[in-house]
């Protein structure tokens, strides 16, 4: 690994290397680093794919993203509706600030309210850290300063001084990413694991690591099993192409009739080939919009712990202005106003005649809510894999660290 100049503050991890197998076995720390690595939990996926430069290579995120990004503001409710999926709020922001070292600098110290003495919303959360919010009277909420610094914020870290876990105590960080408190016996396993017969032989490291090679451990850490072993011998970032296009098994549920509820009865309309074999677009409404949206909102480790369906149509107004206007999502999750033109474009790209297209209409359950969110982190054929028969496919399975 290429020694770089480091800038800003850092953290020392030292990694126990296995050379004759170009191998990170595991690394020794402390609490800096595996607050910060706890850290990346808090991180809404918008903030991920932000961070990782529109490039987080997982599923068709990074395409959502883009779509938030380029469609006009007259689509949303407000302008403060795009900046909130755009730069998503961290609901641990004031923990994270703590931290050492910090991925995502963002502030989210500025206060705006409504300032109509008469308002009617005044006493019901009127106030929003988001500029450009209207409040509920139908104003647009001004700024008026900073939230004051809470006094307990640092003893809230712990008179240890550590911000997520207690700061007296090392840990072992295996290449997967797995936090442990640092123990001999966890260490021979280590070992007996991967058949090291001479400890004295490994090679000790240390790194010291800045926001932005932090960032670069985040992005493994999404794509990855081996991210210590990845970053310290530069390994290219794996992009499997086909096995992109093509959803895990394990993904695959079982229909379930008691639990096949209806969600709003949201539906939507699909273009496709007669024989099952792809899916060119779905015709869709805001309430699904806002359902794939809303996901951007989501930290990290809701996402790894479990898949609940969220977004603007199931809780409040959403975020996309209702009407008649109706979506064109593409298979990987581009979105973008419907029109005759963008309807010509896609039939056109997929060099598929008409006499081969069919439309079908599909209510949307639970069971195919769940399996749509968990698609859309892992394949970039979201709609198609979830939606045509899955025995038209073939099947493969995707090594991710989500799973």
Known sequence: ?????????????????????????????????????????????????????????????????????????????????????????????????????????????????????????????????????????????????EWPQDGGSTAAAGSDGGVFVKGCYKFIVTDDLHVAPASTSLMMSIFDKYGVRDPANLEQKILHLNAEKITCLLKRSLTSKQTLTGYYFDVPNPNDEANLYVLPESLYSEQDAEVDHKLNNMKIKVLQRKNNTSLLYAEVGEDFVDLLFGLLSIPLGSILKTYVPSGGSHKGEGYVKPGVQKFMVTDDLHILPLSLTSTLQVVSESKVQAKDLVEKEFTLTKILVMELIRAVLVTRNTLSSVLLPPKKKKRLHLQSSLY
């Open 1 to 145: 690994m290429a020694e770089t100049k480091i800038e800003g503050p850092t953290i020392a991890v030292k990694l126990f290397v296995d050379k004759e197998r170009s191998r990170v076995l595991f690394a020794e720390s402390d609490k800096d680093f595996v607050d910060v690595l706890f850290g990346f939990l808090t991180l809404p996926l918008g903030t991920v794919v932000r961070l990782l430069g529109r490039q987080s290579q997982v599923g068709c995120l990074d395409e959502l993203y883009k779509s938030v990004e380029d469609l006009s503001a007259d689509y949303f409710h407000t302008k403060a509706c795009k900046a909130m999926l755009l730069k998503p709020h961290n609901t641990a922001a004031e923990q994270c600030c703590l931290l050492k070292v910090k991925v995502d600098d963002t502030d989210q110290s500025a206060v705006y309210v409504c300032r109509d003495a008469n308002c009617s919303a005044n006493g019901d959360c009127g106030v929003t850290s988001v500029a450009g919010s209207v409040c509920k009277c139908g104003k647009v909420m001004e700024y008026i300063g």
